[in-house]
């Protein structure tokens, strides 16, 4: 079993960066691939990036790719997005999931245990 509280979350003008946190419970963190999904009112949650169970592989979808950067601290139990240059259309509750095994994957349906989210805004 495992816990994710996400935080870092919040308002910020367009071009501005914030970093999101994701703190896991357990032992067993490093045996978990990691991804972060966002999810816009009136929208399906959508896949943002992925990592590896040690950081070596990293994953975006297209629309984040250069602005956004996830990474890992598996002595911290932790996970991190930062998200820079951000855009009006990256406004969402994002959420953090932990996936069992070592491969990143964007499929939702893949991932084993889900955070609460947090609220980005990005006002233009």
């Known amino acids: 079993q495992v816990q994710l509280v996400e935080s870092g979350g919040g308002l910020v003008q367009a071009g501005g960066s914030l970093r999101l946190s994701c703190a896991a419970s357990?032992?067993?963190?490093?045996?978990?691939?990691m991804g972060w999904f966002r999810q816009a009112p009136g929208k399906e949650r959508e896949f943002v990036a992925a990592?590896?169970?040690?950081?070596?592989?990293?994953f975006y979808t297209d629309s984040v790719k250069g602005r956004f950067t996830i990474s890992r601290d598996n002595a911290k139990n932790t996970v991190y997005l930062q998200m820079n240059s951000l855009k009006p259309e990256d406004t969402a509750v994002y959420y953090c999931?932990?996936?069992?095994?070592?491969?990143?994957?964007?499929?939702?349906?893949?991932?084993?245990?889900w955070g609460q989210g947090t609220q980005v805004t990005v006002s233009s």
């Open positions: 357990g032992r067993t963190f490093s045996s978990y691939a």
């Open positions: 990592i590896s169970w040690n950081g070596g592989s990293t």
């Open positions: 999931a932990a996936r069992t095994g070592w491969h990143i994957a964007p499929d939702p349906a893949t991932y084993d245990y």
